[in-house]
């Protein structure tokens, strides 16, 4: 439990601090339910802006936050709804690039503290690139702090101008920690693979939003150098999003071992019941899907993007990002090297081990607000 005050700089009311949420990944909504709710349990006030379905998915009321519905749109509208619901914050807290840049406007000309998160290695090329690149100056300047939740966004944000820029803790919600499968899970495992159809052969098993920067063209092309072994392995995706009907016709055109299972609520049970996860692309520094894996004690195959090689160590398997040929050549190694797993198993609950607990997010993130409220000393 952190012993940080959370009272106001005069030391009467609670500390109201407002959580602004854009479209927002699974990492950063997952963290901002588990930030809530331990800031509530510490008597902050919490107000989260964020679109409805975010709510919907994640409960924020559920854990003591007041929910405003805002758009992701940096349109007026939504900048005004955000301009109000600010107006008696003591401090502005926005996770993401766009929704730091709607709260920084909102809060244009008022001195309320802003701290951002950055989760996300966004991508652009091209002229987009040249905006992106702006989008990231205008919103690292305009934050009294930047918390990078890897070591590599740190310095991106150092390099487009923040003044203050620290990595930031973010743990893995202990709602989305799987049991490790050698644990009460085993009974589990029969009627999840049976379910998936694969009790005679190995399940392979990919989760995330079905979009352009998650990797499952490469995925999807890895598969094919799997039709050779005997029995052939079965990948399912878990997941959602507007590339579901290309992957779907690409599975039944080319007749891929694949099965694309929409959007789940029991991955930690069908990731317990995988004998492979695998994670071909992920701009988040922190995957949800990494840290679940370890957690499972399922061995890891994860392109070696953004802060994955930090986030996992030795503990999975690293392969270039966008390269087919190394992510199905690790897969069909692995799968023919039974003690490679288990220390890779072994690996991960070391690794996982080492991960910030949600009490530890909390504590640092509510000293972060300590500072910027406490008031200056008198001359």
Not at 76 to 100: I, K, N
Not at 176 to 183: D, L, N, S, Y
Not at 285 to 294: G, K, P
Request: glycine share 8%.
């Amino acid at each position: 439990m952190s012993h940080v005050s959370s009272h106001s700089p005069h030391g009467q009311s609670p500390l109201r601090t407002v959580q602004v949420l854009g479209g927002g990944s699974a990492g950063s909504c997952a963290h901002v339910r588990s930030l809530t709710s331990g800031l509530v349990a510490r008597g902050v006030r919490v107000t989260v802006c964020a679109p409805a379905e975010a709510d919907h998915t994640y409960d924020f009321t559920g854990v003591g936050a007041d929910h405003v519905p805002v758009a992701r749109r940096n349109d007026p509208a939504s900048v005004a709804a955000l301009r109000t619901v600010c107006g008696d914050a003591d401090l502005v807290h926005a996770h993401g690039l766009h929704a730091a840049l709607r709260a920084a406007l909102a809060l244009s000309g008022r001195r309320v503290p802003l701290v951002v998160t950055w989760h996300t290695r966004p991508y652009a090329e091209g002229a987009r690139a040249h905006l992106l690149r702006a989008l990231e100056r205008r919103v690292a300047k305009a934050a009294s702090v930047v918390l990078g939740s890897s070591s590599d966004l740190v310095d991106r944000a150092r390099s487009r101008g923040a003044r203050d820029a620290r990595l930031a803790a973010v743990a893995l919600p202990a709602a989305r920690r799987p049991r490790p499968a050698h644990e009460e899970t085993e009974g589990l495992r029969p009627k999840a693979r049976a379910e998936l159809g694969t009790t005679d052969r190995p399940l392979l098993m990919a989760v995330g939003s079905l979009d352009r920067h998650q990797g499952y063209d490469t995925l999807l092309d890895a598969t094919r150098a799997w039709r050779r072994l005997d029995p052939v392995p079965l990948l399912v995706i878990a997941g959602e999003g507007p590339l579901r009907g290309a992957l779907q016709r690409r599975v039944e055109n080319e007749g891929l071992p694949v099965r694309l299972i929409g959007r789940r609520d029991d991955i930690g049970e069908l990731l317990a019941a995988a004998d492979l996860a695998l994670l071909p692309g992920c701009p988040e520094a922190r995957s949800l899907l990494a840290q679940e894996a370890l957690h499972a004690r399922v061995p890891l195959v994860a392109a070696a993007t953004a802060g994955m090689p930090e986030l996992v160590g030795d503990a999975a398997e690293l392969v270039p990002h966008g390269d087919p040929r190394a992510l199905s050549e690790a897969v069909v190694a692995l799968l023919a090297d039974p003690d490679r797993c288990e220390w890779l198993k072994d690996r991960g609950t070391l690794q996982a081990a080492t991960w910030p607990t949600e009490d530890e997010t909390v504590a640092q993130v509510l000293s972060v607000y300590d500072e910027l409220t406490r008031p200056l000393p008198l001359p």
